[in-house]
């Protein structure tokens, strides 16, 4: 096991940064993503610690030394890429093999670690197999035991499943965290798949255009997220557009309640995920403002649950109303809600963001007249 330290870590080409001054840490066995959308550098970011990429400034520390001096091959690192680059000329077993054997290890050590590197992948009896027997997902494993053979102290993964069908991803995945935990070795895991990051890591590391957006557990990034882009890219998120008033917000004929007070300038947005919008009935509140009227255009049976997609033309100014979008509602299976009808909503939590500060998380369903507004200040 080992510790990784990204201190300043940037790479620019020509004059375009790729990486923009990245500083993260990995603790010692602990399993961290590194999530964002394609050409958001962190691929780039897996490579500078592997080696592949040399960096324009920053350092690189595993276990609190410094490797930029040091090639792939000398780094106490492995790498387990998107492509499996296999060799075909090879059997599984002198794939395995091939960097045990560069290390001058007698054959006897080889056939030793290669067969139970095999036995923790499940690979057990695929020793003289060629990869173009193997299916996809067999073909992946023989790239994880590759690595794991090698007994690394960081492990570099770089969307490794993103080749395979759904459900082969899912049962790698999972096998994949079985095998981190049981071994307990340091990972690093690159990918755009939100839900492979909240499944495998002890923290998810956000980028955006090059840079940290956040580093965080699986149920901070999705409960706080710190930034616009957080919010609206894990899981699904309504952002709508406020304006300021005293003790409230505005969103075109509806208020919220605020809690603090927000700087006068300050661009307001307001972020409910989908299952914290409440179905409620027509004067169940003494304030109508905060009932959100919706028209149902799309009711989407998911199975353990139902998405609906409904216009909600209230919650938008004249000015607002050219881009409004649908309002993205989780419900109950048993909630027979079809396309043309109308609900009644309430928020029972919602962020609201302003300028470039820390959101506030309001939670108006445990609010009252007769006592201030309570709201915590996501850190």
């Not at 920053?58 to 106490?76: A, F, M």
């Not at 499943?161 to 071994?183: C, G, K, P, T, Y």
């Not at 340091?186 to 909240?198: C, G, K, P, R, S």
Request: with cysteine.
């Amino acid at each position: 096991m080992a510790t990784l330290e990204l201190n300043g870590l940037t790479k620019r080409f020509s004059s375009r940064p790729v990486v923009d001054d990245v500083r993260l840490s990995v603790m010692d066995g602990e399993f961290v993503c590194i999530l964002g959308p394609s050409g958001c550098g962190k691929s780039t970011t897996l490579r500078m610690v592997g080696g592949f990429e040399d960096p324009t400034s920053g350092d690189v520390r595993i276990d609190g030394t410094s490797v930029l001096e040091l090639p792939p091959n000398r780094r106490p690192t492995a790498m387990v890429f998107q492509k499996y680059t296999l060799w075909p000329h090879m059997r599984v077993v002198e794939n395995i093999g091939f960097g045990l054997s560069l290390r001058g290890l007698p054959k006897s050590e080889i056939a030793r670690e290669v067969s139970e590197s095999l036995a923790l992948v499940g690979l057990t009896g695929y020793e003289r197999r060629y990869p173009a027997q193997l299916s996809g997902g067999e073909q992946q494993r023989v790239a994880l035991a590759r690595a794991l053979v090698l007994r690394p102290k960081l492990l570099l993964l770089d969307e490794p499943f993103s080749n395979l069908d759904a459900l082969l991803r899912v049962r790698l995945r999972e096998e994949l965290h079985a095998i981190q935990r049981r071994i307990k070795i340091t990972a690093i895991f690159v990918t755009h798949d939100q839900e492979e990051a909240l499944s495998l890591a002890d923290r998810i590391a956000v980028m955006n255009a090059g840079r940290l957006e956040q580093l965080d557990t699986p149920e901070q990034i999705y409960a706080r997220p710190r930034t616009l882009f957080v919010a609206d890219f894990i899981g699904q998120m309504n952002l709508l557009p406020a304006v300021r008033e005293t003790g409230r917000l505005r969103l075109g004929r509806h208020t919220l309640p605020i809690p603090i007070s927000l700087g006068a300038d300050d661009p307001v947005t307001v972020a409910v995920r989908p299952e914290d919008l409440m179905l409620v009935e027509p004067g169940a509140t003494a304030d109508p403002g905060q009932l959100w009227q919706a028209h149902i255009d799309q009711s989407i049976d998911l199975g353990h649950y139902r998405k609906v997609l409904a216009f909600a033309p209230g919650l938008f100014t004249e000015a607002d109303a050219v881009r409004q979008t649908r309002l993205k509602i989780y419900l109950p299976k048993a909630v027979m809600a079809r396309e043309g009808e109308t609900l009644w909503l309430r928020p029972t939590r919602y962020l609201v963001y302003a300028g470039a500060g820390e959101p506030v998380e309001v939670h108006p369903t445990t609010t009252n007249a007769a006592t201030a507004p309570t709201a915590a200040i996501v850190l």
